[in-house]
């Protein structure tokens, strides 16, 4: 090269050297809402602030009023000051990904968090949900087995299929939750832990996925002291990888704890930000969120499919609640937890009578469909006769259909419990389910 072009190059480069750093300033904090002025931000865009010991911190564009750009931080914020610097996000931090995230703990940022190391992977993770077109999603045409046998008998779950776990606190949704990744045939399960309580989630992982589920799972925690930016970043960054291991052809299931956290944190950015509430103090973005999320889970082109499970907190065990009514609406089937049945030591307390699986007919045979509709069918005839037992007003022989019921009722109960270390595959719960039928 000769002096003339190494000179000309030289020229060149100076065009790319920042002299000066494009910068705001902080002008109010409102909570955990930050407003600045002084630069242009973009909504969604990352930026950092000035902490007063000179140290940075990540927040992330959330809104803006006229020429005021409102912030909101990822982590919690201290130390920060009137006229602090606001810088924006030079680039995203790209995060690589491979099969090594499997058996890992990280939070929304993709930052682990389990003292393992870093996390090593040989592609970039495609962090934005890109939403799936209605005309190129794969059918739902085959079983996935969940290890459960209440589900996989008279709820089966077909692979890609959307599916609201609806219950209030304290029945058993983190226990069921544990026991579907453990038997699960899922190649990969990815956990997200969202605005639950910091204790539940180490005592998840450790008691409830075990080992066994750990080594095939991934699991993205944020909990209940979180931001709610970084909560709603967790939930979106379970899809993100959920969606990466189903392009790579695996049998994903992704399990998410809970919906209405995740809504929650929106409730929470809406309203900081002047949104008015609706419907028990939910805004209208917070209805807006849940579909968008929802429909980037499902089957796409190609061998993999994903399969969602999304735990729904019914507030007051309240069936009709804003949030729950949402999610029914939205996703492809709900399973109830009855805290009723909770109480009575029955577990999984799933309550077949208001649980429904609308892929069933598409993913299972004639026979076992038949058989299932027996079953409920019997449970119910059970139920209605229940009150009459103890007042002696049941009286046998006069009703076939009900002395049947009452026949097999202790067999079908003991169809439906399940104890938590125990594993019940798919071809045998349908065998044991038709031969009850038949009984």
């Given at each position: 090269m000769s002096n003339a072009s190494a000179f000309d190059k030289a020229l060149k480069s100076i065009e790319k050297i920042s002299f000066a750093r494009i910068s705001g300033r902080l002008v109010r904090v409102n909570?955990?809402?930050?407003?600045?002025?002084?630069?242009?931000?973009?909504?969604?865009?990352?930026?950092?602030?000035?902490?007063?010991?000179?140290?940075?911190?990540?927040?992330?564009?959330?809104?803006?009023d006229r020429d005021v750009t409102c912030l909101m931080p990822f982590k919690q914020p201290e130390g920060l000051m009137a006229g602090a610097r606001v810088f924006p996000a030079e680039k995203s931090r790209e995060l690589m990904i491979g099969s090594g995230w499997l058996g890992r703990v990280i939070n929304g940022l993709g930052e682990p968090i389990d003292g393992k190391g870093a996390l090593e992977g040989d592609a970039v993770l495609q962090q934005q949900r890109g939403?799936?077109?209605?005309?190129?999603?794969?059918?739902?045409?085959?079983?996935?087995?969940?290890?459960?046998?209440?589900?996989?008998?008279?709820?089966?779950?077909?692979?890609g299929q959307r599916v609201g776990l609806m219950a209030g606190s304290g029945v058993g949704k983190s226990v069921l939750l544990g026991m579907i990744t453990r038997c699960t045939a899922a190649d990969?399960?990815?956990?997200?832990?969202?605005?639950?309580?910091?204790?539940?989630?180490?005592?998840?992982?450790?008691?409830?996925?075990?080992?066994?589920?750990m080594a095939k799972s991934v699991v993205v925690a944020a909990?209940?002291?979180?931001?709610?930016?970084?909560?709603?970043?967790?939930?979106?960054?379970?899809?993100?990888?959920?969606?990466?291991?189903?392009?790579?052809?695996?049998?994903?299931?992704?399990?998410?704890?809970?919906?209405?956290?995740?809504?929650?944190?929106?409730?929470?950015?809406?309203?900081?930000?002047?949104?008015?509430?609706?419907?028990?103090?939910?805004?209208?973005?917070?209805?807006?969120?849940?579909?968008?999320?929802?429909?980037?889970?499902?089957?796409?082109?190609?061998?993999?499919?994903?399969?969602?499970i999304y735990t729904v907190l019914a507030e007051g065990d309240?069936?009709?609640?804003?949030?729950?009514?949402?999610?029914?609406?939205?996703?492809?089937?709900?399973?109830?937890?009855?805290?009723?049945?909770?109480?009575?030591?029955?577990?999984?307390?799933?309550?077949?009578?208001?649980?429904i699986s609308r892929c069933m007919s598409q993913v299972s045979e004639k026979p076992h469909q038949a058989a299932a509709r027996a079953l409920k069918q019997l449970y119910a005839d059970y139920m209605a006769i229940k009150p009459l037992l103890p007042l002696g007003g049941y009286v046998a022989g006069v009703d076939a259909a009900a002395d049947r019921a009452v026949r097999l009722f202790p067999a079908i109960e003991n169809f439906l419990r399940q104890q938590v270390d125990e594993c019940a595959p798919l071809t045998q719960t349908v065998s044991s389910l038709t031969a009850l039928a038949k009984a």
């Open positions: 909570g955990l809402l930050l407003e600045s002025v002084g630069c242009q931000l973009a909504v969604g865009q990352r930026c950092q602030i000035e902490n007063i010991d000179g140290t940075l911190i990540d927040a992330q564009v959330v809104g803006f939403q799936i077109h209605p005309l190129t999603r794969k059918a739902v045409d085959s079983p996935l087995d969940v290890g459960v046998k209440a589900i996989n008998g008279l709820l089966t779950i077909g692979k990969v399960v990815v956990v997200g832990l969202i605005g639950e309580r910091g204790r539940e989630v180490k005592e998840f992982i450790e008691h409830a996925l075990t080992s066994a589920g909990p209940a002291d979180e931001s709610p930016l970084m909560r709603i970043k967790a939930t979106e960054l379970c899809h993100a990888v959920a969606s990466h291991f189903r392009d790579q052809g695996h049998d994903v299931l992704l399990l998410v704890d809970s919906l209405t956290r995740y809504a929650m944190a929106q409730r929470e950015i809406a309203l900081s930000l002047g949104e008015p509430p609706a419907t028990k103090g939910y805004p209208p973005s917070a209805f807006g969120i849940i579909p968008r999320l929802v429909e980037s889970a499902g089957n796409a082109e190609g061998e993999g499919t994903m399969t969602a309240d069936q009709q609640d804003p949030i729950v009514d949402c999610a029914r609406a939205v996703l492809d089937g709900h399973i109830v937890l009855s805290r009723h049945l909770a109480e009575a030591g029955h577990y999984p307390a799933i309550d077949i009578g208001q649980s």
